[in-house]
């Protein structure tokens, strides 16, 4: 019952029994308690390190237990200097931590200034998140563009996900429409779902996007080249602008399905809609393609099923039957 003050079972059951019967001895304390001499003896020498026990005035060369209400005191101001010095180690540690990074700041190519700091290379990149996500407290919001995300970024992104989501933090993140034809990609969204985070998709985003707790953003540098590093960002101008395009995004995004074998739609999905209003706007099946984050031949083979489904001999007549059933 005492061991969060520093007395273990032995040594309090051993403070009890003496205080049941003060003038009994070692031996009567092992028939007492059923303990080994040596057991009881390790007990008295902790009682005594604790100054549980005290000389006694009436018998000269025996120790005696201290009162209850002396003990308990004795106990807890122990731990009151145990706490206040381990506080001061920790102001040292915080202290030391600090000079450390000022000193490491100054031969880093990514230090930060001002509100912004320049991640260069992946590795940078995960070092920012992981500290990043130990600090979160409310919500992640997050835009993955382009299809299939690569094994080593799902590898990298699952612990710290796991834990944000573990310690109730809200996790929203919009993924491409294509996901859907990139299994390992779908399996996380619907893993992360299954913790508790939301997932949506949506035919065309806008850049890569990470906002944490509305505070911090991080974004690619170049856009068209995720390994050239990125920008963090505290300037709260920026980041109230870069949540202000997740919540457009995610408004017009649809949750992701929580049946993978679910029944075709009987009308245009978000993507195909997309695709067909890209392409309606002349742009080339590769610069579609592109858009939407998926290869030219899956363009080609969603052109060809829409082709199919409204008996269409080229896409031309396509997109006269589309317009005249009020698809676009």
Not at 269 to 295: F, P, Y
Request: with cysteine; glycine share 8%.
């Amino acid at each position: 019952m005492l061991e969060l003050l520093g007395l273990d079972a032995t040594a309090e059951a051993v403070y009890r029994g003496m205080l049941a019967d003060p003038e009994g001895g070692v031996a009567e304390l092992c028939d007492r308690l059923g303990l080994p001499e040596a057991a009881v003896r390790a007990a008295l020498d902790r009682l005594a390190d604790l100054t549980l026990l005290r000389t006694s005035r009436e018998r000269p060369g025996t120790l005696r237990p201290v009162s209850p209400e002396r003990g308990l005191e004795i106990l807890l101001r122990r731990q009151e200097e145990e706490l206040a010095r381990r506080q001061q180690e920790l102001a040292a540690s915080k202290a030391a931590v600090a000079r450390a990074l000022g000193e490491y700041a100054k031969v880093r190519a990514d230090t930060p200034v001002s509100d912004h700091e320049r991640l260069l290379g992946l590795d940078a990149i995960q070092d920012k998140l992981e500290v990043l996500t130990a600090r979160l407290t409310t919500e992640v919001l997050a835009v993955m563009p382009g299809g299939a995300q690569s094994a080593a970024s799902l590898a990298a992104s699952r612990p710290l996900d796991e834990d944000a989501l573990r310690r109730g933090v809200s996790l929203r993140t919009i993924y491409q429409d294509s996901i859907h034809d990139a299994p390992e990609t779908l399996d996380y969204a619907r893993w992360m779902a299954g913790l508790g985070g939301e997932v949506r998709t949506a035919p065309v985003l806008p850049p890569r996007l990470l906002v944490f707790d509305r505070s911090t953003a991080v974004l690619p540098i170049d856009p068209e080249n995720t390994r050239a590093g990125a920008l963090c960002t505290r300037e709260p101008g920026v980041v109230a602008s870069l949540v202000a395009l997740f919540e457009q995004t995610w408004e017009t995004a649809a949750p992701i399905a929580d049946d993978p074998d679910g029944a075709p739609p009987l009308t245009l999905t978000a993507g195909e809609r997309e695709l067909l209003r890209l392409l309606s706007t002349g742009l080339t099946d590769d610069a579609a393609a592109k858009r939407l984050g998926v290869s030219v031949r899956t363009v080609r083979r969603q052109m060809a099923v829409l082709m199919e489904r409204l008996d269409a001999a080229s896409r031309f007549e396509a997109g006269l039957k589309t317009a005249r059933r009020g698809w676009l």
